[in-house]
Every structure is written in C-alpha cells, then in structure tokens.
C-alpha cells in the first residue's frame, strides 16, 4: 500500500473511531476514584467533591429532597399575638465510595454530610461533610471563568447509574441552551449525547480537560443519549449564593464570600 493510501486509510479510521480523547486515562480514573460518592443510604444518586478544604460535595437538590422537611410552629410576638411560621429541617445525608479487588466488592467508605444549601429552582444542593478531615488528596476542578464550552466539545458522564458506581460515559455537547419541564419546573440545561441512567444525576459532566463544565440531571426515558445537564454557569450563581464562590474561585472567592457570610448575618463586610 503507498504511503498516501495508507495516510488516506488511517484517516478514514480517525473520522470511524470518533474525536480524540485528550483526557489522560491517568488521571480520569484519579478523579472519578477520588471525587464521585454514592449520595444517600440506601444510595440512589451521585454527588461529586469539589473543595477539599471546605469538604464540599454538589449534588442535585432532588437527590437530596428526602432529607428536607418544612415544620410549621405557632410562635408568640412581641405584642403577644400569636402566629404561623414555617422552618425547615434538615437531616444528615450519607454519601458513599466503595473499593473492589476485580469483581468482587472489598471495602466502603461513608461520610455524614449536612446539607448547607438547596435550591429546589435550580435542582443544585450543598453537602458538606461533617468530619473535619477527608483522607482524599485532591477535588475536582471547575472550568474557570472566562472559558467557554463549545458545541460539539468531547464529555464525559461520571456517575452511579443504577448503583453501578463510577461510571462514566462519553459523548459530545449536543446544544448549549435547552429550556426543559422537568416535575412541574422549567429549568435550563445543556443537551449531552453521553449516555445517563437513573443515579447518573448529582454526578459531574466533564470536558476533555477534566475539569467539570456540568451536573448531569435528566434524561428521555429509558435513558440513551438524550441527555441533559445542568450548566456550569448556573452551578457558579449557585455557588454564590450559597457563600461558596472559593469553590470555583479560591482567590477572589474569598473577599465576595465574606460579604457574602456578613450579608446573611445582617452585619457589614469588615475589611
């Protein structure tokens, strides 16, 4: 075979084989092996660690719901009168990492987490270890601002679908902008072809980078690669909101989540 039909032929098997995947196969399996846990007990989701330091773990809100209960209380004023109020409690929420040699489960790992933010509009909750020290090395990365993604972009799904934990699947960002109702609220979502199932959502949407660009979230029924995920946009205005900018901002987080903390406390930001 002459070296043009045989450059011609190697390019033919390129374009049937799919994009090259950049994401070291190394340091993919570090991540998925150090920051993708099995959320609730009996575990049915995924959430994903993103601040080692703060013991930070994003998930879906409706992953979480079970552990979030409205209390409605008569309380007294101060003119005596008395009043409806509603609070919210919340429950401790178990996440999960499990260990095997081949085939055979060997080992597990379970940590107690507090849910620290929710918001059912977004579907984005906050868990945070309550341990004060996590025996990982490392979090996973978000894509840093100023970075666009792009239609077409390889991505990879890591997850827990159907409790077949760590897994994780590739595919491309199929579209950008996708307005969905999902249980009765219109959200906002990137379209994915990587396959997700059921426990898939809470778990991370990663670029060929590896840094997270997303969190999976719904999908056609029956699965296959109509799939959707919540963006990374929406996730940082999450973020925010919940004084966590540090999460995807360590240094000019800081100063925005200390006004942040001083704003909820109803005092003032001291320099």
Not at 12 to 35: H, K, S, V
Request: hydrophobic share 45%.
């Amino acid at each position: 075979m002459s070296k043009i039909l045989f450059a011609a032929f190697a390019a033919f098997l390129m374009f049937l084989t799919g994009p090259a995947l950049a994401w070291e196969l190394d340091a993919m399996n570090r991540t998925i092996d150090g920051t993708n846990f099995l959320v609730n007990d009996p575990p049915n989701c995924s959430g994903t660690l993103v601040d080692l330091e703060n013991r930070i773990v994003i998930t879906n809100w409706h992953c979480i719901r079970s552990g979030i209960k409205r209390v409605k209380e008569d309380r007294t004023d101060s003119n005596g009168d008395i009043r409806q109020v509603e609070r919210i409690e919340y429950r401790p929420v178990t996440i999960t990492q499990r260990s095997y040699a081949d085939f055979k489960q060997v080992g597990s790992l379970s940590f107690v987490t507090d849910i620290v933010a929710q918001d059912e509009a977004l579907d984005l909750a906050i868990l945070q270890v309550k341990a004060q020290k996590l025996p990982h090395t490392f979090a996973t990365q978000l894509l840093p601002m100023g970075v666009d993604i792009i239609r077409g972009e390889v991505v990879y799904a890591v997850g827990n679908p159907a409790l077949l934990d760590a897994s994780v699947t590739v595919g491309i960002v199929s579209n950008l902008a996708r307005k969905l109702n999902v249980a009765g609220t219109e959200r906002e979502y990137m379209q994915m072809s990587a396959p997700i199932f059921g426990g898939n959502s809470g778990g991370a949407l990663y670029n060929d980078s590896g840094q997270m660009i997303g969190i999976p979230a719904a999908a056609a029924a029956g699965g296959g690669s109509l799939a959707f995920a919540i963006r990374i946009d929406t996730i940082r205005t999450f973020l925010d909101a919940a004084c966590f900018s540090t999460v995807y901002d360590p240094v000019g987080g800081a100063e925005r989540d200390m006004a942040c903390i001083a704003e909820r406390e109803g005092t003032e930001a001291v320099e």
